[in-house]
């Protein structure tokens, strides 16, 4: 990295969460510096920067995980389909299974 590129996302949370305790800790007057010095090296907005310091420094987990959406069967054809269409992306799987159902005879919901 240059000294004039911007710092990724990973290269910024990593260096706020150097910097967390230090500002944590320090007086009003040594925050505004903090916070001058933090703005000049992330590039970002003093007002992101101060909420990025006062909540969690990692980021949350889900407190409940989505359930299957669908059964076993039905994973099964979408597989199968997947790897005879040579693994598309989602919008184009899609396209593609409403085809493949079409040659077999079976209607897409």
């Known amino acids: 990295m240059s000294e004039t ?6 290269e910024r949370r990593k260096y706020l969460q150097r910097i967390w305790e230090r ?3 320090a007086s009003k ?6 916070l001058d010095e933090m703005e000049a090296v992330t590039g970002m907005h003093r ?3 101060i ?8 980021r949350k987990k889900r407190e409940r995980e989505r359930g299957k959406a669908y ?10 389909i997947a ?3 040579d ?3 989602a919008e184009r799987l899609a396209a593609g299974c409403g085809a493949t159902l079409a040659v077999i005879g079976l209607t897409w919901a």
């Open 5 to 10: 590129d911007l710092m990724n996302i990973d």
């Open 23 to 25: 500002y944590h800790y």
């Open 29 to 34: 007057a040594d925050k505004t510096m903090l």
């Open 47 to 49: 007002k992101s920067i």
């Open 51 to 58: 909420r990025l310091m006062k909540g969690r420094r990692g």
């Open 71 to 80: 059964g076993s069967e039905v994973e099964d054809a979408l597989r199968v």
């Open 83 to 85: 790897r005879s269409l």
């Open 87 to 89: 693994y598309p992306c």
